[in-house]
């Protein structure tokens, strides 16, 4: 129900039986107040719980990348077998705990688990194949840009609000993707911008950001589905077609013992508990939102390992395309603090203007 469906409820004009007497205006005034303290409250904390959950998801999403990028002898499709093998395995005594039905409660769910799972594993591999081919903090910004196609297929097929807030954000991120990815109308004057590894990874990372907004879109559809026979479901789907990639387009090799088999423990921990967020972060809040307080998580990480653990200094268009991407993840940020707090007549107006 959007904001506005809300204040239509409550200012509308409900149809009286003469017959029953009607509250005083007082009286009237003093319930409506009692029943939206409370309803408010627990707005606000559900917005508070939904946003963190997103920003944490971001958090874990960016040590699964720098884990991935530390492990440049094994295939991505390998990579991403060995993370959904954790997640499944990890999932599952949860699953049996809590009893349910390991497909879900409706017969027709299991599809919905197998797109997931089918989207889910083509967003992995291509974004762990950006990971090996590009720097950290390039790949994470663009492929973090994802709230640029998931507001967009929110609104066509979930019905999700895109006000003009949104639609600035998204100008503001495609632009900053486009810095990034040093586009060639950008880049006329440099002959050194484009290798094969950059080309395969910038493709890499624009198919993942593709694929991850379907993603999106069917974990809202799974909103009321437990969210451990959600991660279940689509990680065995997932490992299955992961092994078929590599097996496709590269090969199994032995993991040495060492610190190697340490960071693939380390996708796999980073990357259950990043899906985990995530999908409890849609169990509450919008699509939009989430996916963009995640993207704050991710690049602020990405950045800071870029630098320390891997010595890559980020570039001015890196730089200014960061900043374009934040300053959209700050307008939605205010746009989600307005929908919160539509107690003041000034800022309901505001957003009337803006909407």
């Not at 290798?195 to 493709?203: A, D, F, K, M, P």
């Not at 972060?281 to 939102?289: D, K, S, T, V, W």
């Not at 390992?305 to 395309?321: C, K, L, N, R, S």
């Amino acid at each position: 129900m959007s904001i506005w469906d809300e204040i239509t409820l409550k200012l509308g004009n409900p149809v009286v039986d003469s017959k029953v007497e009607k509250p005083s205006a007082s009286q009237t005034n003093s319930s409506m107040k009692e029943k939206s303290k409370p309803d408010k409250k627990k707005r606000t904390k559900s917005i508070v719980f939904g946003l963190t959950y997103g920003l944490f998801s971001g958090f874990f999403f960016a040590g699964c990348a720098a884990s991935v990028k530390y492990l440049s002898d094994l295939d991505p499709g390998q990579v991403a077998f060995y993370q959904y093998i954790a997640i499944t395995a990890l999932s599952l005594p949860m699953v049996i705990k809590d009893g349910g039905n390991v497909f879900g409660p409706k017969p027709s769910t299991k599809y919905w688990f197998l797109l997931c799972g089918i989207f889910d594993a083509f967003t992995v591999y291509l974004s762990f194949m950006s990971f090996r081919y590009l720097p950290l903090s390039d790949a994470t910004v663009i492929t973090s840009s994802i709230p640029v196609f998931v507001t967009v297929a929110a609104r066509i097929f979930l019905k999700e609000k895109c006000g003009t807030f949104q639609i600035f954000a998204i100008i503001i991120s495609v632009a900053g993707v486009a810095l990034v990815s040093k586009v060639p109308l950008l880049m006329a004057s440099r002959t050194d911008v484009y290798t094969r590894e950059s080309v395969i990874g910038l493709l890499a990372s624009l198919g993942s950001m593709a694929t991850e907004s379907g993603v999106y879109l069917v974990l809202r559809k799974l909103h009321n589905v437990n969210v451990y026979i959600i991660l279940f479901n689509f990680g065995v789907v997932a490992t299955f077609i992961n092994a078929l990639l590599t097996v496709s387009f590269g090969e199994f090799s032995l993991t040495a013992c060492g610190p190697q088999q340490a960071f693939v423990v380390a996708v796999g921990a980073f990357s259950f508990l990043s899906q985990l967020a995530l999908t409890k972060a849609l169990e509450i809040e919008e699509a939009g939102p989430v996916s963009v307080l995640m993207a704050a998580g991710d690049i602020i990480l990405a950045f800071i390992f870029d630098m320390t653990f891997f010595h890559d200094t980020p570039d001015i268009y890196t730089v200014a395309g960061t900043v374009l991407v934040i300053t959209s993840v700050m307008l939605v940020g205010f746009k989600k603090w307005l929908d919160g707090n539509k107690s003041s007549l000034l800022k309901i107006k505001f957003m009337k203007m803006l909407l």
